[in-house]
């Protein structure tokens, strides 16, 4: 069934090279194939032209966590996120995804504190962000990087805190 949707959308593709229904299609159906590099190539094509399609976005997610890139995995799925605010089968995959592969917050910043006393014990015991491979040009440009990186790991954690509290 999957191959025959990749020779489908590939005969397709030949006829309309930019119909990216088809391209995500074929994406998917590569991914289903095991293809991943090819399925790679595909949705990357995709989000050239369209880098908010949140099909591509969350195929490229299946892809990176299928091969076991989970860091990348959790990237595209954080991205699918932003685009599908509330998906609740996406905040779950990221909450999975956080638990395995970020650092834990100290276990009593969820026992308790205000979300003011979790926040400073967060930003405490949250790790250094990386810097860049190369020295960034703009240093104002860096540091909200680096602002906005911690932040994300911040919200990660109040979302496994969150679910963690769930009955």
Known sequence: MFQEAVDI??????????????????????????????????????????????????????????????????????????????????????????????????SHAAEGLSFEQAAKEFLVHAPAPTPPAAPAPDPENARAEATVEALEQFLTAVHVARAERRP
């Open 9 to 106: 959308c590939r005969s397709g593709l030949e006829v309309h090279p930019s119909y990216l229904s088809a391209r995500v299609t074929l994406g998917r159906a590569l991914v289903e194939l095991g293809q991943f590099e090819d399925a790679q190539r595909e949705l990357h094509q995709v989000l050239q032209s369209a880098p908010e399609n949140l099909a591509a976005i969350r195929g490229l997610a299946d892809v990176y966590h299928r091969q076991g890139a989970l860091a990348e995995a959790l990237a595209q799925y954080r991205a699918a996120l932003a685009i599908a605010r509330h998906d609740p089968d996406l905040e779950q995959t990221i909450a999975d995804l956080a638990r395995q592969i970020e650092p834990k917050p100290p």
